[in-house]
């Protein structure tokens, strides 16, 4: 049976789906082993080379849900397969088990003993290794929007969403919001301190409700002032969940690989952690909003403010729009200004996505850490001699991502290569072409092709930029003239080709900003989600 301390590996002959298993828990490593062994001259528990089957099932502690003792006699086990066994005793394992597109599922196995001693050491152990897990949430804040996407908020959190969390032992105080920012606005007013987690079910809208009221709430405590351009922000130490029940549901696709609503669940579930980069955009000195995936001038801008007065057409209301703004071909006039990321190790080309256990994030966040020491200390940091770059001209779209931005009708997403915590944003510019051309450029977003390797289409990654309207320009000089001195101009002209209009709208996380003026900066790693980033290639379980 192997020793009976948590701290050493335990050991058992038990049966799996009326197969002899031999069963490892290593709490070392943190996982749960178990391999086919039909009799004793196989290979032994705890066997060295046993370890290494290619047949073997693996669950690491960290992705079990709970661990309940089964009642063999109750309705599930009454179909006497186990009235052999003298004195049948079992244990269930919540787990999850992968599945294919980065979908997780939730799979149950369930292990039978010979003796009812035996079967109470297993769930004991394993029920010590789940609660040394601080990282998982007990309590959650949970806000639901019946409006969004289809309607069915409260129909998915239901019926995947709630039976997990019951299951997992989380206790939840669940609103169900009845206006626009009521999320918001509930996040200043209550005790946030007694939560582990803040949930939102719903749309990208509705996950940016709870992003301004944590992170406006967050500042509130620590008396920091929005609406200050420059001012340091203090990132919240709760974590948000997105239960994706909209219509594109971006953020959650970029940041888990998936719009399903089990999956999320179950990331909040084991705990995951994902720090993220939030974008603040500014007007003079006031806060207009946060923005953490697109935030778009011209085409994406016009298509929002489009869709904004056909509402009542659904979501056909996106697609009608986009094929409106598209036949119109405005393109605007103004000037760009940015300071590149020095500091970032990726660039927007290279190819490299963003995934699980980053180091693109980790290393860019090490060394913001180090000019932000530079900076207490006086000394003269990367800021400080790095140049800001100047584009003027005229554009089709300004785009500005956090993250690759995919989701289901673009799976590699407006910068494929963009990352989630690098403290950076990419700056997609696409300057006048023809309606030829630039449908070209918006089909590489469906495809694998690379989507900046056109003569019009300019990317920088930067970390703070600014945008002035060639017809605010006069009036708004105050902004432009708040950045570095040393410009280094990037101005070139265009065969004319489309129509120039005064202004667009920006569109900010699918929100409509009229600014025709604004100032961006990168927050890097803000706030955190309960997810892990996208997984590489991963493998389907074969356990259930």
């Not at 778009?296 to 094929?323: P, Q, T």
């Amino acid at each position: 049976m192997g020793a009976t301390g948590a701290a050493e590996p335990l050991n058992s002959v038990l049966w799996v789906k009326q197969q002899r298993c031999a069963v490892s828990l290593e709490p070392a490593r943190a996982l749960l082993r178990w391999w086919r062994s039909p009799g004793p001259g196989a290979c032994a528990p705890g066997a060295g080379e046993c370890r290494r089957r290619p047949d073997a099932c693996t669950v690491p502690v960290s992705e079990i849900i709970a661990v309940e003792e089964t009642d063999v006699h109750g309705k599930h086990h009454s179909s006497g397969k186990w009235q052999k066994m003298e004195k049948p005793y079992a244990f269930t394992v919540h787990c999850v088990k992968r599945a294919r597109r980065h979908r997780w599922k939730w799979a149950q196995v369930t292990f039978w003993c010979p003796e009812e001693q035996l079967c109470h050491l297993w769930l004991q152990t394993l029920r010590e290794m789940l609660e040394k897990l601080t990282s998982r949430p007990k309590h959650l804040l949970v806000f639901i929007n019946p409006f969004g996407g289809k309607g069915q908020g409260k129909r998915i959190y239901e019926r995947k969403v709630a039976p997990l969390f019951t299951l997992a032992s989380i206790t939840t105080d669940i609103i169900v919001t009845e206006h626009a920012n009521q999320a918001k606005e509930t996040l200043y007013e209550i005790n946030i301190d007694k939560y582990d987690g803040i949930v939102c079910v719903g749309g990208d809208g509705m996950f940016s409700e709870v992003l301004h009221g944590l992170i406006g709430r967050t500042q509130r405590s620590a008396g920091v002032d929005q609406n200050h351009p420059r001012a340091v922000l203090v990132p919240s130490s709760l974590r948000i969940g997105i239960i994706p029940a909209g219509s594109t549901d971006c953020v959650c696709y970029s940041t888990v690989g998936a719009s399903d609503a089990e999956t999320s669940a179950l990331h909040i579930v084991v705990g995951d952690s994902l720090a993220m980069d939030v974008s603040s955009v500014h007007h003079n000195s006031t806060l207009l909003r946060y923005s953490v995936s697109l935030l778009g001038y011209g085409f994406y801008g016009d298509i929002i403010k489009e869709s904004e007065k056909k509402r009542w057409l659904g979501l056909a209301r996106y697609d009608f729009s986009g094929l409106k703004t598209f036949l119109s071909h405005h393109c605007y006039e103004g000037t760009v200004s940015f300071l590149p990321a020095q500091h970032t190790v990726g660039s927007p080309r290279d190819r490299k996505p963003c995934r699980a256990g980053c180091f693109v994030c980790r290393q860019s966040r090490q060394q913001l850490e180090e000019e932000q020491k530079k900076a207490l200390y006086g000394l003269e940091t990367a800021e400080d001699v790095e140049e800001w770059q100047v584009v003027c001209g005229k554009f089709l779209a300004i785009n500005a991502t956090n993250m690759s931005c995919a989701c289901r009708r673009s799976p590699r997403g407006l910068s494929p290569a963009a990352h989630l915590g690098d403290g950076s944003s990419d700056l997609i510019l696409i300057r006048k072409c023809s309606r030829f051309n630039f449908l070209r450029f918006l089909i590489r977003h469906t495809n694998q092709q690379d989507q900046f390797d056109f003569t019009f289409v300019e990317v920088y990654r930067v970390k703070k930029f600014q945008f002035t309207s060639k017809h605010m320009e006069d009036e708004d000089s105050d902004l432009k003239d708040s950045g570095k001195k040393r410009f280094g101009h990037i101005c070139s002209s265009h065969p004319s080709c489309c129509c120039t209009v005064s202004n667009s709208s920006w569109n900010c996380d699918g929100e409509v900003l009229h600014s025709p003026a604004i100032e961006v900066r990168v927050h890097c790693q803000l706030v955190r989600l309960f997810a892990r980033g996208i997984e590489e290639n991963p493998k389907p379980d074969s356990h259930s």
